[in-house]
């Protein structure tokens, strides 16, 4: 249990940081960005 749970929170952070880097909030590492959000956006299901 205690592993799954860590490895959600884990996933959670690195997406959170990597959010948080694309958007400017924080100031580190390269100045482009990360992850392509508009791939990650048309690759979740449609509502």
């Known amino acids: 249990m205690n592993f ?8 959670l952070l ?3 940081s990597a959010y948080v880097h694309d958007t400017g909030m924080a ?3 390269p ?6 959000w ?3 956006i048309s690759m979740l299901p449609a509502r």
């Open 4 to 11: 799954i749970v860590g490895v959600f929170v884990g996933a």
């Open 31 to 36: 100045q482009q960005p990360f992850v392509n």
């Open 27 to 29: 100031k580190f590492g």
């Open 38 to 40: 508009d791939t990650v």
């Open 14 to 16: 690195v997406l959170g």
